[in-house]
């Protein structure tokens, strides 16, 4: 089995900053893309950043210069730090990671539980 387990949400006021991680564990024999989704109340769960095994990034076009995504292989653990928040990115957001297990040939999407984030205008 593998899980994914997210920290690093909270309250924070406009302009303010938070850093989210996603740690990854359990029978993993690689992973390939992870990334970061969100929903807010009411709406759709959508796309907000990316990363490929090699590092390549993709970012929603409403959060680009603002956060940034990055991973750590060795702890099989992806980062979105979020910057100048707007009271628009309120949502819960949650990790998704494409795994291999061990002993298995297929890939698959693993959803971690979700964290909240809470942006005050």
């Known amino acids: 089995q593998v899980q994914l387990v997210e920290s690093g949400g909270g309250l924070v006021q406009a302009g303010g900053s938070l850093r989210l991680s996603c740690a990854a564990s359990?029978?993993?024999?690689?992973?390939?893309?992870m990334g970061w989704y969100r929903q807010a109340p009411g709406k759709q769960r959508e796309l907000v950043a990316r990363?490929?095994?090699?590092?390549?990034?993709e970012y929603r076009d409403s959060v680009k210069g603002r956060v940034t995504i990055s991973r750590d292989n060795a702890k099989n653990t992806v980062y979105l730090e979020m910057n100048s928040l707007k009271p628009e990115d309120t949502a819960v957001y949650y990790c998704?990671?494409?795994?291999?297990?061990?002993?298995?040939?297929?890939?698959?999407?693993?959803w971690g539980q979700g964290t909240q984030v809470t942006v005050s205008s």
């Open positions: 359990g029978s993993i024999f690689s992973i390939n893309g």
């Open positions: 990363i490929s095994s090699d590092g390549s990034t």
């Open positions: 998704n990671a494409n795994v291999r297990p061990r002993a298995t040939s297929g890939s698959y999407n693993y």
